[in-house]
């Protein structure tokens, strides 16, 4: 399934996030890696020195999915100042009259 507007696809599917009982603001693109995370935090009962490699690999993706949802919306608010610039309108400096 290809999300719209960013590179990653999904890879885990509808199905294997629900048996894993994935909460759904974290079905992203990085949801496959959460799967297996949360399978050794359960087995390793939550150590924190514990699944660290997973966790490690987790995170990347999802700042990878940060930084690139910022980098779009900087160009969004580039195009933005652009088109807000072009058409903005010189103040005249002699008013126009009613009679005129």
Do not use: F
């Amino acid at each position: 399934m290809e999300v719209e507007g960013s590179s990653k696809k999904m890879i885990a599917t509808q199905e294997e996030m629900v048996e894993a009982k994935v909460p759904l603001a974290y079905r992203d693109q990085c949801a496959h890696l959460l799967i297996p995370l949360n399978k050794c935090r359960h087995a390793e009962l939550y150590l924190p020195w514990k699944c660290e490699a997973e966790r490690h690999v987790y995170e990347k993706c999802a700042y990878e999915l940060v930084m690139e949802r910022m980098l779009k919306m900087q160009k969004i608010q580039e195009q933005d100042a652009k088109l807000k610039q072009s058409q903005k309108q010189p103040i005249p400096l002699i008013p126009k009259t009613a009679n005129a």
